[in-house]
């Protein structure tokens, strides 16, 4: 059943069905929250003034890009964290990106959640465990929702997961085999290219092809600076599939490009697999993070250990030599190495 704009209603029938409907920001059950005017990340981009004052609710990928672009215009920048930052990656990367954020005065407030939020004249108060904090806009940046409340999913069999996402397999087909679902709707993780990604194999899928989207050596990048850029397993993750882990980080004032860049904020980190060596995972908070990362994907798919990828060549003063650099230390002492 279809309501069209006007409140016409009709029936459609279908062979198959692709649900593509996206995901919008979600409000955290705060107290008074709703009845105050807050930004999400859409009015936040489209406003054409600069609030002297911003908090921001999150510690994810919008919190943490949002809060620096603003910081950087000018804005005196306060995040609340309800753990810490990227709480949900190794933890290495929260601290880095925390200790570089203070670095330039944006005040990090961890293991913080606004109790209670007010609007009164012109001014956002929010309650919290270290007391009172009073900003001129209040970003909420605490992740998206997917947009299938509404659509009845269970009328047609169709599974959703805790958050409302539509479960998938690698076909992109749903739980009812004739309807399929790609993007920021489904239990993916929710990237554009992901979304582009499976949009299409579903595309090929309905109309009688075979296509799989395998996400084992999906890069992702936080454009921050520095960036933060991950792909595949961390530590914590390998542990919970059963796979026992041997990995090294090397911090930046060991690469060559970071010296002469003077900027030798944050890490590389390699995880490998104990006893094999395969590479299985790579964590980076470095400038241009999203540029080394895709070389770690193409390794990682390549099944290479740490052994090979050190041993390949890699060009002198780049940043994705680091890749190599790291992959040393399972083997030798980097600080003794001349190249």
């Not at 996206?22 to 929250?33: D, I, R, Y």
């Not at 993780?189 to 582009?196: D, L, S």
């Not at 090397?250 to 094999?276: Q, W, Y």
Request: hydrophobic content about 45%.
């Amino acid at each position: 059943l279809v309501r069209q704009a006007d409140g016409v209603e009709q029936h459609v029938t279908f062979d198959r069905c692709l649900i593509a409907t996206g995901a919008s920001p979600a409000e955290p059950p705060v107290p008074g929250l709703s009845e105050t005017p807050y930004w999400t990340s859409t009015e936040a981009l489209e406003s054409e003034t600069l609030p002297s004052r911003l908090a921001v609710i999150g510690s994810s990928v919008v919190a943490v890009e949002l809060a620096q672009a603003f910081a950087r215009l000018g804005s005196k920048v306060t995040i609340l964290a309800r753990n810490t930052l990227f709480f949900r990656e190794d933890p290495a990367i929260g601290e880095a990106v925390t200790a570089a954020f203070r670095a330039e005065g944006i005040e990090v407030l961890e293991h913080t959640q606004a109790s209670k939020v007010a609007y009164a004249d012109g001014e956002f108060i929010l309650a919290t465990g270290q007391g009172e904090l009073r900003a001129d806009k209040l970003l909420v940046a605490t992740g998206r929702a997917p947009n299938t409340r509404a659509l009845a999913l269970e009328a047609a069999g169709v599974a959703v997961n805790a958050q409302g996402g539509v479960v998938i397999d690698a076909a992109m087909r749903s739980s009812t085999p004739h309807i399929y679902a790609a993007g920021d709707c489904t239990d993916q993780p929710q990237f554009v290219y992901v979304a582009a990604a499976a949009g299409t194999r579903a595309a090929i899928n309905m109309t009688g092809g075979e296509a799989a989207l395998d996400l084992a050596t999906m890069p992702a990048v936080v454009f921050s600076d520095p960036q933060v850029a991950t792909v595949g397993l961390s530590d914590v993750e390998a542990h919970r599939a059963g796979i026992e882990t041997d990995s090294r980080l090397l911090t930046l004032d060991n690469v060559p490009r970071a010296l002469a860049n003077f900027d030798t904020r944050g890490f590389i980190k390699l995880v490998a697999e104990a006893g094999s060596g395969r590479l299985i995972g790579v964590q980076a908070v470095t400038p241009e993070a999203g540029e080394i990362i895709q070389t770690a994907a193409l390794a990682i798919r390549a099944r290479m250990t740490v052994g090979e990828l050190g041993d390949q060549l890699f060009p002198y003063l780049t940043m994705v030599e680091g890749l190599k650099l790291a992959a040393q230390p399972f083997s030798k002492d980097v600080k003794q190495l001349s190249c």
